[in-house]
């Protein structure tokens, strides 16, 4: 037998304190980071241009029973025109664990600016429905639900 030869149970104890100073030491990413507000992800999604209220007609229950499954409906305001169309379409949420919720991309050939599906909801909670021009106008409808049977809850 080569090397240092340890007592058994200080071995142990070397393998109990490594264990437990890395139980201490290491969290979660979660437990370390927050997750920026919702406000935040607007302005990053808009990338430093203003967002106006308006435009946008954000269709969702104000009280929904099951969060498992929210129809949706948003339409903007738009000629769909070669000069003047919406390019894109998105939903974020405040309180679910990923606030992606909707993200379209359109164009003239769409005819018509509105996007429609259904969605899940961890908990009661705000939403917003932005769109972005042609023109690089950035629109938005913010909306408060309130949701009796959660879904979608992440430990």
């Known amino acids: 037998m080569s090397g240092i030869a340890l007592p058994r149970r200080r071995m142990l104890g070397l393998g109990a304190g490594t264990a437990l100073g890395l139980a201490l030491h290491c969290r979660p990413v979660a437990a370390v980071s927050a997750a920026p507000s919702l406000r935040t992800v607007e302005l990053d ?10 435009r946008v007609n954000f269709e969702i229950a104000a009280l929904v029973e099951n969060g498992n ?23 974020f949420n405040e309180k679910n664990p990923q606030r992606d919720v909707v993200r379209c991309f359109l164009g003239p050939a ?3 600016a509105q996007v429609q599906t259904r969605i899940r909801l961890a908990t009661s909670q705000q939403l917003v429905a932005l769109a972005r021009m042609s023109d690089g106008s950035r629109w938005s ?9 959660a879904a979608c809850i992440e430990p």
């Open 45 to 54: 999604w808009a990338g430093g241009r203003p967002i106006t209220e308006g």
């Open 69 to 91: 499954t929210v129809p949706i409906l948003v339409k903007v305001d738009s000629p769909m025109t070669a000069a003047d169309h919406v390019q894109e379409i998105v939903v």
């Open 110 to 112: 769409n005819g018509v």
């Open 141 to 149: 409808q913010h909306v408060d639900v309130l949701v009796t049977l």
